[in-house]
């Protein structure tokens, strides 16, 4: 190829690993069948329906991760239609690279701790066939993979992008990375498609508690209890192990959205809360009000320029500072939220962005030979 001759665009394909998955599908098919799909065959106390519930929650909410991979766009890389495969699906996958069109790239995609939830060396393994094979690997470890993941010393020789949490990494597996792997530090944002709920122009002036069953430490209950007497009617609490993605759309009629910030708390337990709760709402256009970490840190760019309302750890006084503040937001205050969240602050914008650098640094390379 000359410097003169236009930049091909790269031609790329997703394979998406969810653990509810089984052999490889079409990410559409996948999702069609999605609420349909039996659970209870996974589960090892089936007639505890907490437990089916739970598991319906987290299905759905892999699922919409898929969507949102399934549905990349950046000007620089021509996404084609993405498939989902679980851990039954691997072997599929490893055996369709003999039929693989010669101007794809396939991408195998992994996310949270998913890797070492499979048999020992299974993840890493897979991984060396798709990089030796002219594939490339990435892991969105929106968590403390490096640190806590069993197999990311295995794992990490073979992945091309790792986007993990702000903590350094762990020290040896950050040695076992690739020369050329593109490491970006940023915990998990929305699992949102970019502008699929609007923003209520007229929603009603109150709060809603964004929590799950994992936060509701006696911390973060002492909060709930000082919201709903401050607030009484104007305040309502979701204490369910996740959001039903159904119910998503119908959130944006509050106009605040208490979440809970999790990363790196005082006490063990509050580590383990969501930290995607304020992208959520941004992107669904409720005013976020986040705790601040006692470290780390997490979202002071989000609150020096107003996009969330923080208030210090453990302050009630201020806590009820930041909603009364977050309540008196006029309509142009939420529409800047709702764009900046859904522009710079989703699961697909990332990944993306980090596709798009890789497969560009390909293309500079072999100009380069």
Not at 72 to 94: T, W
Not at 212 to 228: K, N
Request: hydrophobic share 40%.
């Amino acid at each position: 190829m000359s410097w003169s001759d236009p930049d091909p665009k790269s031609a790329v394909r997703l394979w998406i690993y969810c653990p509810w998955a089984g052999r490889p599908t079409s990410a559409e098919s996948h999702l069609a069948g999605l609420a349909e799909t039996d659970l209870s065959h996974r589960l090892g106390q089936v007639s505890d329906p907490r437990l089916l519930r739970m598991a319906r929650l987290d299905s759905d909410w892999q699922g919409e991760n898929a969507r949102c991979l399934a549905e990349l766009s950046h000007p620089g890389v021509e996404f084609r239609p993405a498939q989902v495969l679980g851990a039954a699906g691997l072997g599929d996958f490893v055996g369709s690279f003999s039929s693989r069109p010669a101007d794809e790239t396939w991408w195998l995609v992994f996310t949270g701790q998913q890797p070492g939830e499979l048999p020992a060396g299974v993840a890493a393994k897979v991984a060396a066939f798709t990089r030796r094979n002219g594939g490339r690997v990435l892991f969105y470890a929106y968590d403390e993979a490096s640190r806590t993941m069993p197999g990311f010393r295995a794992l990490a020789p073979h992945l091309d992008v790792l986007i993990h949490d702000e903590q350094p990494l762990e020290p040896l597996g950050a040695s076992l990375l690739p020369v050329d792997c593109t490491t970006i530090h940023r915990s998990w944002v929305a699992n949102i498609v970019p502008f699929s709920h609007p923003c209520h122009e007229a929603p009603d002036t109150s709060i809603y508690f964004l929590g799950s069953q994992l936060g509701l430490t006696p911390h973060r209950e002492r909060q709930i209890a000082f919201l709903r007497a401050r607030f009484k009617d104007r305040f309502v609490a979701s204490t369910d192990h996740s959001v039903d993605v159904t119910a998503r759309g119908g959130l944006n009629r509050h106009q605040v959205a208490f979440c809970p910030e999790g990363r790196k708390f005082a006490t063990p337990a509050m580590g383990r809360t969501h930290t995607d709760r304020p992208f959520w709402a941004g992107c669904l256009g409720l005013v976020p009000v986040a705790e601040n970490s006692r470290t780390g840190d997490r979202l002071d760019g989000l609150a020096r320029t107003g996009l969330i309302m923080r208030y210090p750890h453990g302050d009630l006084a201020a806590l009820a500072e930041a909603c009364e503040r977050a309540l008196a937001l006029p309509p142009a205050a939420r529409r800047r939220i709702h764009a900046h969240f859904n522009t710079h602050e989703t699961i697909g914008v990332v990944v993306a962005g980090a596709i798009a650098a890789a497969q560009a640094q390909t293309v500079a390379v072999a100009c380069d030979v």
